[in-house]
């Protein structure tokens, strides 16, 4: 099975500087890959997501990066700000004809940012 | 997006009870799902809810034990049977409506479980 490894486990960076956190996957069938925020005490929160027939995506402060040849993808914020402390988890799945196969998520980074 | 709500949002139960948690979409949606998390932990994917049909298990859990409904496209339950301390967690309900062949899959607020 599917097989997803996030880096760092935690994160701290000064506010307006930028952060980034890893995920590598194992199956090259894995063909799309979100994102989530959970903050304290809520339900993980679909930011952003990249399906495998495109190298990058945006939204505003966040962007996404795949490299299908490596098998790992990026999750990017730049000029963060306090509301942005949470903990990230990337999560990869493979589309089917039928709809997705279930999600394999990372272990999670938390991001904390420091005023 | 779909919104998701959780009933209850939290509970604290004597060992060897049982607990049945709702989840209810505010729209039909292609797929339901129930997940566990303990805390500072990843998500664990426990069932995929089936509309009309028995749930799908992954590795680790059984129906004995987490029976799961879901009696319409927009409504499902899960029921942690015969509950022992090891049960406390947060169990997260959540559904995937497709997108451009995708299927998004949308969260709700959890419920956190303690079982004394």
């Known amino acids: 099975g599917e097989n997803v490894e996030q880096h760092p486990s935690t994160l701290s960076v000064q506010e307006g500087d930028s952060a980034v956190i890893k995920c590598t996957y194992s199956?090259?069938?894995?063909?799309?890959f979100p994102w989530y925020k959970q903050e304290l005490g809520k339900g993980p929160q679909l930011i952003i997501d990249?399906?495998?027939?495109?190298g990058e995506k945006k939204d505003q402060r966040i962007a996404v990066t795949l490299n299908k040849t490596a098998k790992h993808f990026s999750l990017h914020i730049t000029e963060t700000q306090p509301e942005d402390s949470a903990v990230y988890f990337c999560?990869?799945?493979?589309?089917?004809?039928?709809?997705?196969?279930?999600?394999?998520f990372g272990t999670g980074t938390r991001l904390t940012i420091i005023p | 997006s779909a919104v998701i709500s959780q009933k209850p949002s939290r509970d604290i139960c004597q060992r060897g009870t049982s607990l049945t948690i709702q989840c209810q979409v505010d729209?039909?949606?292609?797929?339901m799902f129930w997940y566990r998390q303990q805390p500072g932990q990843s998500l664990t994917l426990i069932a995929t809810?089936?509309?009309?049909?028995?749930?799908?298990?992954e590795s680790g859990f059984v129906i004995d034990k987490f029976p799961i409904s879901r009696p319409n496209l927009t409504f499902s339950t899960l029921t942690v049977s015969n509950m022992s301390p090891e049960d406390s967690s947060i169990y997260l309900c959540?559904?995937?409506?497709?997108?451009?062949?995708?299927?998004?899959?949308?969260f709700g607020p959890g419920t956190r479980l303690t079982v004394l």
């Open positions: 999560a990869a799945s493979i589309v089917s004809n039928f709809g997705n196969e279930k999600l394999t």
């Open positions: 729209s039909q949606v292609t797929m």
């Open positions: 809810a089936n509309q009309g049909s028995e749930a799908t298990y």
């Open positions: 959540s559904a995937a409506r497709t997108t451009w062949g995708y299927n998004e899959q949308f």
């Open positions: 990249i399906r495998s027939n495109v």
């Open positions: 199956d090259s069938a894995s063909n799309y």
